[in-house]
């Protein structure tokens, strides 16, 4: 027995230990404005520059929305998992070194920067929000210490053969070419350890790849949550609008509350509306509470008719229920 445990002792150790989960961070994709206003422009060419400006705006407001929650999402893993680095879609072994690079000048630009004065200091702290917004929520932390480096998820040769633009300028999706894409990154990913987590686009799917690489593997998609902030704004709303529905309060009572509710919630159904859809069925219910039902409620209250509160707590209600459950499933 001795020397068998002395030969197994000798044998070459494997390059690498396989991660036991991996973590897929459903990523919002960073796009140029040059990029936007081409495929805008693309699809509508009597469109104006006034009107691309407009749409890109919104665009980064969304994008900057989504990177904050999974700015947040990260942080939970870095704590619960003693989490240091996170592979990147995009990166490679070749413009690794560059993004480095680039991370360290954005490093010292927040290690002395000064409130901005100057026109050209507004346009410095400006350029420098976008630089942050085309890094990535990840990159982020790396720039602020929390994560300690990136990690290429990408082989250079199969990510370029998968590119679906062509030098024409056409667009032709080669399904075999993704999915080698798919493979090669699985590879690189199976080379870390314990959790392994990598923001990677949402129409990327590894349950296929991993099944044939990496069959042990336990593989997690998740979704950043936006609608906490709406939510627990809601929910307090609600909480004052029982109070005075229990007191009886009055008109002047009423009206001066309804201006307040405006003031809070009008510029959450904007955004609400920006980002409501299929995929994210809670926002749809905190829309349809504080745009449908809301202020139609406050009204309600003074007649004593209660069928819009009704409504605005069902959905109120199924928002809570939802983000709970995500929240439950991000938690390891």
Same mark, same amino acid.
């Given at each position: 027995?001795?020397?068998?445990?002395?030969?197994?002792?000798?044998?070459?150790?494997?390059?690498?230990?396989?991660?036991?989960?991996?973590?897929? *961070?459903?990523?919002?994709?960073? !796009?140029?404005?040059?990029?936007?206003?081409?495929?805008?422009?693309?699809?509508?060419?009597?469109?104006?520059?006034?009107?691309?400006?407009?749409?890109?705006?919104?665009?980064?407001? #969304?994008?900057? /929305?989504?990177?904050?929650?999974?700015?947040?999402?990260?942080? #939970?893993?870095?704590?619960?998992?003693?989490?240091?680095?996170?592979?990147?879609? %995009?990166?490679?072994?070749?413009?690794?070194?560059?993004?480095?690079?680039? *991370?360290?000048?954005?490093?010292?630009?927040?290690?002395?920067?000064?409130?901005?004065? /100057?026109?050209?200091?507004?346009?410095?702290?400006?350029?420098?929000?976008?630089?942050?917004?085309?890094?990535?929520? &990840?990159?982020?932390?790396?720039?602020?210490?929390?994560?300690?480096?990136?990690?290429?998820?990408?082989?250079?040769? &199969?990510?370029? &053969?998968?590119?679906?633009? @062509?030098?024409?300028?056409?667009?032709?999706?080669?399904?075999?070419?993704?999915?080698?894409?798919?493979?090669?990154? !699985? @590879?690189?990913?199976?080379?870390?350890?314990? !959790?392994? !987590?990598?923001?990677?686009?949402?129409?990327?799917?590894?349950?296929?790849?991993?099944?044939?690489? %990496?069959?042990?593997?336990?593989?997690?998609?998740?979704?950043?949550?936006?609608?906490?902030?709406?939510?627990?704004?809601?929910?307090? *709303?609600?909480?004052?609008?029982?109070?005075?529905?229990?007191?009886?309060?009055?008109?002047?009572?009423?009206? @001066?509350?309804?201006?307040?509710?405006?003031?809070?919630?009008?510029?959450?159904? #904007?955004?609400?509306?920006?980002?409501?859809? /299929?995929?994210?069925?809670?926002?749809?219910?905190?829309?349809?509470?504080?745009?449908?039902?809301?202020?139609?409620?406050?009204? +309600?209250?003074?007649?004593?008719?209660? @069928? +819009?509160?009704?409504?605005?707590?069902?959905?109120?209600?199924?928002?809570?229920?939802? *983000?709970?459950?995500?929240?439950? #499933?991000?938690?390891?």
């Amino acid at each position: 027995m001795s020397r068998l445990l002395i030969l197994f002792a000798l044998l070459p150790a494997p390059l690498y230990a396989e991660p036991t989960t991996i973590i897929h *961070i459903l990523n919002y994709h960073y !796009v140029t404005p040059e990029v936007f206003a081409a495929d805008l422009k693309d699809q509508d060419s009597t469109i104006t520059q006034e009107q691309i400006d407009k749409q890109y705006f919104e665009f980064l407001k #969304r994008g900057g /929305s989504l990177q904050k929650e999974q700015v947040k999402l990260l942080r #939970r893993l870095i704590k619960r998992r003693k989490l240091k680095s996170v592979y990147i879609e %995009g990166l490679t072994e070749k413009n690794y070194k560059g993004t480095m690079r680039f *991370i360290e000048t954005l490093k010292n630009y927040e290690k002395y920067k000064t409130p901005p004065e /100057s026109s050209f200091d507004k346009l410095v702290a400006a350029q420098n929000r976008l630089d942050l917004l085309e890094l990535g929520a &990840a990159g982020q932390l790396v720039v602020n210490g929390e994560l300690e480096t990136l990690l290429p998820a990408e082989d250079l040769e &199969a990510m370029e &053969a998968a590119n679906p633009v @062509r030098d024409d300028g056409k667009i032709v999706f080669d399904k075999e070419a993704d999915e080698r894409r798919e493979d090669a990154i !699985v @590879r690189n990913l199976l080379k870390g350890s314990g !959790v392994v !987590v990598i923001v990677l686009g949402e129409d990327h799917d590894l349950r296929d790849n991993l099944k044939r690489l %990496g069959p042990g593997v336990k593989y997690i998609r998740l979704k950043v949550m936006l609608g906490h902030k709406e939510l627990k704004k809601m929910k307090a *709303i609600h909480k004052q609008f029982l109070v005075l529905q229990e007191k009886k309060a009055g008109d002047t009572e009423w009206a @001066r509350f309804e201006k307040k509710v405006h003031t809070e919630i009008d510029s959450d159904i #904007r955004n609400l509306e920006a980002f409501s859809s /299929s995929d994210y069925p809670h926002l749809q219910h905190l829309l349809w509470a504080s745009r449908d039902y809301l202020y139609p409620m406050l009204k +309600d209250a003074r007649t004593e008719k209660n @069928r +819009d509160q009704d409504k605005f707590e069902k959905h109120l209600k199924a928002a809570e229920r939802i *983000i709970n459950n995500q929240v439950r #499933r991000t938690g390891p």
